[in-house]
């Protein structure tokens, strides 16, 4: 058997392709307009065309991808403004889960975000650390804190505009990651609740501030078709 029809056979392989593809389009590999020849991704990705499809279909439902009578899948348009508001309801939402945390927070789970707020030190300084995994983390253990399990379901909608690690790529958002994140780990310690909503929401806002900057300067908002896309 074939290592194409081995990978199809996997229930989460349309979920992985979605999230390679998300990646894609959020990095600009692939632009807004641009024709997804459903052929032509398998090929690329080393997979049979039916997972291909399922995961172009999830991208159709969070509003990455476009499908249009007689022409298929497209890219769909993404703006400054649909990054920037996307961020804001993260930041909302990621806010008031830290709130939470904050009013719940125990001794234990202080010391174990400590303990990943030292490792962010480090990671700032080396580009091959995993930054992302580390942020990732430290946002996993305050959702489950803030034991508020729709309003988490909701942040991870809202989270594919702006996975992590594609943030840890971008210039300068390691160290203000680090720092901002040691910023958080007071306001968990005071169990102050407001601070902690405003920090968290400073950093995802930030965050996307430094995304929109980045794509601006790589050209994400002008046309430049792509080997894989079928243009």
């Excluded at 389009?25 to 039916?50: F, M, Q, W, Y």
């Excluded at 904050?102 to 030190?121: K, P, S, Y």
């Excluded at 405003?198 to 908002?221: D, K, P």
């Amino acid at each position: 058997m074939s290592h194409a029809a081995t990978r199809a056979q996997s229930p989460r392989l349309p979920d992985e392709l979605a999230g390679r593809l998300r990646e894609w389009i959020i990095t600009g590999r692939l632009r807004s307009g641009d024709h997804l020849h459903l052929e032509r991704l398998a090929d690329h990705l080393g997979v049979s065309v039916t997972p291909v499809r399922e995961a172009l279909l999830t991208l159709r439902g969070e509003g990455f991808v476009d499908l249009e009578p007689r022409r298929g899948f497209t890219v769909a348009p993404l703006s400054r403004h649909d990054f920037a508001d996307a961020h804001q309801l993260l930041a909302g939402i990621a806010g008031e889960l830290t709130a939470r945390a904050a009013e719940r927070i125990g001794a234990d789970e202080l010391a174990e975000l400590a303990a990943l707020v030292e490792e962010m030190q480090f990671a700032a300084q080396f580009v091959l650390a995993d930054m992302g995994g580390l942020v990732t983390r430290f946002h996993a253990l305050l959702w489950q804190v803030a034991e508020s399990p729709k309003l988490a379901w909701f942040l991870g909608i809202a989270v594919r505009y702006a996975p992590q690690h594609v943030a840890a790529t971008l210039p300068g958002w390691r160290q203000m990651a680090a720092d901002d994140h040691r910023a958080l780990l007071i306001a968990l310690r005071q169990h102050d609740p407001v601070a902690a909503r405003e920090t968290m929401h400073e950093h995802v806002v930030r965050s996307g501030e430094l995304l929109i900057h980045h794509l601006q300067g790589a050209g994400f908002w002008s046309h430049d078709p792509t080997s894989v896309s079928g243009s």
